[in-house]
């Protein structure tokens, strides 16, 4: 007796993908809770150009005929101009991007399309498809991070000479040259580029050919679809190639970080903004008003960065959380790695490309040069620096310069600004005799000492915020990301 299978033309349904038996449809409550079509098939480059060099393969491989793969290129390339022209017709009933592209290819080139799928799995198929387009996404991230960069180097270049309180416990410590200040938030952004490009060598390695598990009976030539696909390595163990999403939550937890180096920056921009600071402003259309009150300008933009902030990290949260039950190999349950994953990338992206707007401006045509980014005040970070006895320490090291160790310059000038806090008045405002009263050695010399400049270019040691260390910075970064 032969048991002949009805003969599909196309899949309707996911139904008909694992046909004969299932003896009860899926209810719709159960069709929506587990298709993931409607997020997935953001990734329909990835799944096309993943089943191209898969078809290559086996057409090379002499597994499937050099027509059918000529058919599948066919369909694919109509398939690729449905979806761009948004003519493409995304079935719930078909699961997910994977089904949905590979019955559409059936549908148009019938039995070629319906060998793409030989020696393969949706299992390695998505785990391939989700590193193809992380790896392009890491691409773009790491070009939005240098524009980052770019712009907070061009701030800081303006206002090497602008001194501002650096802050310990948001306390008056020392005057810092604002131009360093900026450079420090470059450091953080360059570790952040380099973790993306080391996160990028481990999701750039391909799954495709672990099959469901096991591996496949087929004779796959794993390192020509890698080649083909611009990958770096094949996995090399078929079940961690389906099941291990290592990659998505290192990825996660350097975008994480990343947002937290915008949310401190966040942070200061709102507190420097403040009326009680006035350090800066940022252009009108990162703000908004108030309902009620009139007077108000928030910074709205960098406190919704902090508050995304949360939300990224949530999403590390979940992912690792995803993956601590799970024994190998496949489960359904990596399908939730898909939300967490798309939002980290979009808010990630989104926010670095209104930081590097908002901080650095826009590029104006006409005139060839930024406008409309940070606007600094000088004359306010000046004033606050002069209050708070930011200069201190400077006396302290020009005490022990004198002779004194540290230790008891320390003390001396503890009490000298317990006077000077008295009179209500800053170091520099004591006469000289009264600073020689705390000790003989000071001479006239101390004021300079004690200036907001003679404190910077003092800071002299690598990394230091003395304004020649801060240009010599400067021109490594202006060198690096030319
Ligand atoms: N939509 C699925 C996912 O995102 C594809 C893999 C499904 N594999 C399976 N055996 N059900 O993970």
């Given amino acids: 007796m032969s048991t002949s299978a009805p003969s599909h033309n196309q899949l309707d349904s996911k139904a008909e993908a694992w046909s004969a038996l299932f003896s009860e449809p899926m209810s719709d409550l159960v069709k929506r ?77 019938g039995d070629a399309g319906k060998r793409l799928h030989t020696g393969r799995s949706r299992n390695d198929q998505v785990a391939t498809d989700v590193r193809l387009w ?6 773009l991230i790491e070009g939005l991070l240098k524009e980052l960069q770019r712009s907070l180097v061009d701030v800081a270049a303006k206002n090497v000479d602008v001194i501002l309180p650096g802050f310990t416990h948001l306390q008056v410590a020392q005057p810092v040259s604002f131009g360093h200040h900026m450079l420090a938030y470059v450091e953080m952004f360059k570790r952040d580029a380099e973790r993306m490009l080391d996160v990028r060598k481990r999701v750039n390695v391909l799954p495709l050919g672990s099959a469901a598990l096991a591996g ?23 079940l961690d190639g389906v099941s291990d999403r290592d990659f998505a939550i290192e990825f996660t937890a350097a975008a994480s970080l990343c947002m937290v180096h915008v949310s401190r920056l966040s942070e200061e921009l709102i507190i420097w903004m403040s009326q009680n600071f006035g350090f800066i402003k940022i252009a ?38 995803l993956m601590k039950g799970q024994p190998l190999a496949y489960n359904k349950d990596n399908q939730e790695d898909k939300e967490p994953l798309f939002d980290t990338v979009d808010t990630l992206k989104d926010t670095l490309r209104i930081f590097a707007e908002m901080i650095g401006g826009q590029l104006n045509p006409a005139s060839g040069i930024k406008e409309g980014g940070i606007t600094v005040n000088a004359e306010n970070m000046r004033a606050a620096a002069l209050k ?61 000492a004690l200036s907001l400049e003679g404190s910077l270019n003092a800071r002299n040691t690598l990394g230091g915020t003395a304004p020649a260390q801060v240009r010599a910075q400067l021109a490594k970064h202006h060198a690096r990301l030319a």
């Avoid at 060099?53 to 793969?69: G, R, T």
């Fill in 284 to 321: 009108d259309r990162f703000t908004t008003g108030s309902s009620i009150m009139p007077q108000k300008k928030n910074p709205d933009v960098p406190e919704l960065a902090r508050g995304k902030t949360g939300r990224v990290v949530g999403h590390l949260m979940g992912l690792i959380t």
């Fill in 216 to 238: 496949t009976t087929y004779p796959l030539d794993r390192e020509r679809v890698a080649k083909t696909l611009g990958m770096e390595g094949v996995s090399q163990n078929s």
């Fill in 33 to 109: 809770y587990t298709s993931s079509v409607f997020f997935d098939k953001r990734m329909w480059q990835a799944d096309i150009q993943g089943s191209l060099a898969h078809a290559e393969m086996l057409s090379a491989q002499k597994i499937i005929a050099a027509e059918d793969f000529a058919s599948i290129q066919k369909g694919m390339a109509q398939i690729t101009a449905e979806i761009e022209a948004g003519t493409f017709e995304w079935k719930l009933d078909l699961e997910d991007v994977h089904l949905n592209i590979e019955a559409r290819l059936t549908q148009l080139v």
């Fill in 134 to 139: 992380l790896r392009s996404e890491i691409d």
């Fill in 388 to 448: 708070g006895y930011a200069t201190a320490t400077d006396l302290a090291d020009y005490l022990v310069k004198k002779g004194l160790p540290f230790r008891d310059a320390h003390e001396t000038v503890a009490h000298a600004v317990k006077l000077a806090t008295m009179k209500g008045v800053d170091l520099t405002d004591l006469p000289l005799a009264e600073l020689q009263a705390f000790n003989p050695n000071i001479e006239a010399d101390v004021f300079e």
